[in-house]
């Protein structure tokens, strides 16, 4: 049984040691003592803390010296420097999977998150860089408490407003800038953008704006924006007027926190009044998001009453001028708000009285995107709905939890389905669990919605080993299926209890329930993919029983059809099989190209388990080919994906005993000291480096 538990874009796109750190999009301004701290904190040379928490108040630049310092020794981290963004996170429990989604790992199991890390990390160096950890702060206590202590090569950067308080913590505070140095630096650099030239006779009164703004680094770029516009001594005279009362309301919310922390939210709530009042209800609106948007979905949630659609792409244009909202460091077409900013867009939504509202409308575009997701699965479209499922998850999750709290269990069971079997697909696999079992848990009404509900539940379990509970969906799928009276949906059923059987080692059973599936149409939208599954899935039961006739017949006809929809989940499954019965019929030329297809349509999906794979196969072609060098190279490749799944080879003896007969032939042609110098250069390789040179490096 094979199946795709990809978690995202695995490894990093370039050379040098993994990981996922953000390319900078603004010049790095002062602060050049604390990040030679925090670099000297960090550098394992040097530094004896393995938890370095930097603290201090929103706005103050945490992230960004975060990332500059995190960037300028990642080198000392041949295992990575994984950021882990957790402000899109609005439920508690969470940080576990943000942590494993981070770190691209294509968990299959059931087993708690923290041992599935530490598993992954064990005998590796890495940095871990928490961002925002303040409203999610016990939860990431109990996941670095848990962490830290078995792995010595790890360590841990913490960004928040308060520090974690575990044992050997070590806080670094962080200030606002110096007023006469760095704010003013700061000052001058956002504001050339509209133009702005400090000279001798302005500095007096840019360092009265930077002082009257307390040297916060996100303060003063709002301020410096706004000099498209008004003159220094307009800017100037704004600062000094106190803010109309509507605003104090919303500021008295921190009334007994920090005096930063004040300043930070009436430099904001400023900034919020200098809006046009469109502006302002756009800025509000968009507040609903979690991690980022695009226009076209801004457009769809925020538009009605005094905001027209056609308004929105023109007012995201002058909130991005102001720096209320950010492109995305790595999507430009995407936008996103700094956390406190969403912060005040969400009280502000609610003093409007429009957050459930809102919340509402997201619900139901994201609704709409799942449900298209589904219906055009199994078609040309694959592949992009994989890019917007893996782009969107922080909308799809907050949409889901935003329906599991609401009384009518029809939505949340639609919802449930259609983004369940996305995520089940596109490796969010506890994700799926989570809603499906919530969905399900007080009963579900007959109909399509709890078929697709139950067989995805089902299909989760298999990818996850848990067989038990995955026999149990099986025969609640059959009845549903027959309840329904749908024969597609019959034969989708028989998927969860064909692949139980083959994974508990019954293949003369498994065939028979897969083999007599009846031969239907294959249709375009999920139950398409469920049928093309079932007959991935006899494929398997044949090829692991030995029979690679009938293994590759059944392949081949999976390729046709999946060529016909223009699909690539299961066709690329099926030219896996074709390659491995080209071996078996010593037709090697056969088996290198089916290899390389079967991983090209895996790594177009970012299925990592597929495409390790689909590399084991190639590997074996290539070393009967006789090119062991490129053999080696490509073990060691398959070996750093394998690593990423958390279980080499799905833990099958045959597929880890099939791994272990070609590298002997492999050191056997090439000698040893050959051999380790390969595979060392393929296991090195980036992720994406890594799966280009097996398909296109030839």
């Known amino acids: 049984m094979s199946d795709n538990t990809a978690g995202g874009r695995p490894g990093s796109t370039s050379g040098g040691p993994p990981g996922n750190l953000p390319s900078p999009t603004r010049s790095f301004i002062g602060r050049l003592d604390e990040l030679g701290r925090l670099e000297r904190e960090l550098d394992p040379a040097n530094g004896i803390d393995r938890l370095v928490s930097l603290v201090g108040v929103g706005g103050v630049g945490k992230t960004r010296l975060a990332l500059q310092a995190a960037g300028r020794i990642d080198g000392a981290y041949p295992d990575g420097v994984w950021l882990v963004e957790l402000s899109p996170l609005r439920s508690a429990g969470l940080v576990g999977l943000a942590v494993v989604e981070a770190l691209r790992l294509s968990d299959r199991s059931i ?9 992954w990390a064990e005998g590796k160096r890495l940095l871990l860089v928490l961002d925002s950890c303040e409203h999610v702060l016990a939860d990431c206590v109990a996941f670095v408490g848990t962490l830290l202590p078995p792995l010595p090569g790890l360590r841990v950067l913490v960004t928040s407003r308060e520090p974690l308080g575990l044992p ?11 007023v006469a140095g760095d704010a003013v630096a700061l000052f001058a650099d956002r504001a050339a953008d509209s133009g702005f030239t400090l000279d001798d006779a302005d500095r007096p009164a840019v360092e009265a704006v930077c ?32 803010l109309p009362s509507r605003l104090d309301l919303l500021a008295a919310r921190e009334g007994e926190g920090p005096p930063r922390h004040q300043t930070l939210r009436t430099a904001i709530g400023w900034s919020h009044e200098l809006c046009a009042p469109l502006e302002r209800l756009l800025w509000a609106r968009l507040s609903v998001f979690a ?46 708000l700094l956390d406190t900013v969403r912060e005040f867009g969400s009280d502000w939504l609610r003093a409007l009285g429009e957050e459930h509202t809102l919340r509402l409308r997201h619900r139901d575009h994201y609704r709409r995107l799942a449900r298209d997701g589904c219906a055009e699965w199994n078609s040309g479209r694959q592949a992009a709905w994989c890019e917007r499922i893996l782009t969107e998850h922080a909308n799809l999750r907050a949409a889901m939890d935003c329906v599991l709290t609401e009384p009518d269990g029809r939505v949340a069971l639609a919802m449930a389905a259609d983004i369940g079997f996305l995520w089940r697909h596109c490796g969010y696999l506890r994700d799926a669990q989570h809603c499906l079992d919530q969905a399900l848990a007080n009963g579900a009404p007959p109909g399509p919605d709890r078929i697709r509900a139950v067989w995805t539940r089902g299909a989760v379990a298999l990818l996850q080993g848990d067989l038990e509970v995955a026999a149990n969906w099986a025969v609640r799928c059959a009845d549903a299926a027959r309840e329904q009276g749908d024969p597609v949906a019959v034969v989708a059923a028989r998927y969860i209890r064909g692949g139980q059987l083959a994974l508990s080692g019954r293949l003369s059973e498994a065939v028979q329930v897969l083999a007599d599936a009846p031969r239907l149409p294959v249709r375009r939208d999920w139950f ?76 177009l999906l970012h299925n990592t388990v597929g495409a390790a794979m689909a590399l084991d196969v190639l590997a074996a072609g290539v070393v009967a080919a006789g090119d062991g060098h490129r053999a080696a190279r490509l073990l060691g490749i398959g070996e750093r994906l394998w690593a990423l799944t958390g279980r080499a080879q799905m833990d099958s003896p045959d597929l880890m005993a099939t791994r272990r007969s070609n590298e002997l032939r492999v050191r056997g042609e090439i000698g040893d000291p050959a051999y380790e110098k390969a595979y060392e250069e393929g296991r090195a390789m980036p992720y994406e480096e890594g799966l280009d040179y097996a398909v296109h490096g030839w």
């Open 291 to 336: 991690g980022g948007f695009c226009a076209s979905a801004a457009e769809e949630v925020c538009a009605g009453g005094p905001l027209p659609a056609g308004r929105i792409p023109g007012l995201l244009d002058r909130l991005v001028e102001q720096s209320v909202v950010r492109r995305h460091h790595a999507d430009p077409v995407r936008y996103r």
């Open 168 to 178: 050997g913590e070590r806080v670094l505070r962080l200030d606002p800038l110096p």
């Open 111 to 119: 087993r708690p998150v923290t041992e599935v890390v530490a598993e």
């Open 528 to 603: 398409g993919a469920a049928q093309l599954q079932v007959r991935v899935a006899l494929a398997h039961a044949y090829l692991l029983g030995g029979d690679h006739g009938r293994a590759r017949a059944v392949a081949e006809e999976v390729r046709a059809a999946s060529m016909a929809c223009g699909e690539s989940w299961a066709g690329a499954f099926a030219d896996s099989v074709v390659a491995q019965t080209d071996l078996v019929r010593g037709d090697i030329a056969a088996a290198v190209g089916n290899a390389r297809t079967a991983l090209a349509g895996h790594a």
């Open 211 to 242: 002082r009257r703004l307390d040297g916060i680094p996100l303060a003063i770029e709002l301020a410096a924006v706004r000099l498209g516009e008004l003159t220094l001594d307009q800017l100037s005279g704004l600062l000094g007027r106190r």
